[in-house]
Nanobody, 120 residues
């Protein structure tokens, strides 16, 4: 079983920065992709950014140039550096990881969610 633990959310003013972290643990053989999703009340959950095992990245158009996703493979950890934050970035942010456990079964795991609030 693969568990994801998130940290780093909080309250910031517009223009401020936050760094989210997500650490994966369990019987992991490989992680194909890790990503960050977010959801606001009344809105559908959307992909914010993702990074593959080969280092390829994708970003939501509205966060390009402001957010950077990165990883530390030795720690099975993914980060999301968020700069120039806007009120519309306010949401619960969820970490996701997909890959293989030691038995070569697929896993698709989610973190518990961390609140990011951008407000004056």
């Amino acid at each position: 079983q693969v568990e994801l633990v998130e940290s780093g959310g909080g309250l910031v003013q517009p223009g401020g920065s936050l760094r989210l972290s997500c650490a994966a643990s369990g019987s992991i053989l490989s992680i194909g992709v890790m990503g960050w999703y977010r959801q606001s009340p009344g809105k559908q959950r959307e992909l914010v950014a993702r990074i593959t095992s080969g280092g390829l990245t994708n970003y939501l158009d509205s966060v390009k140039g402001r957010f950077t996703i990165s990883r530390d493979n030795a720690k099975n950890t993914v980060y999301l550096q968020m700069n120039s934050l806007k009120p519309e970035d306010t949401a619960v942010y969820y970490c996701n990881a997909k890959g293989l456990i030691i038995t070569r079964n697929l896993f698709d795991s989610w973190g518990q969610g961390t609140q990011v609030t951008v407000s004056s």
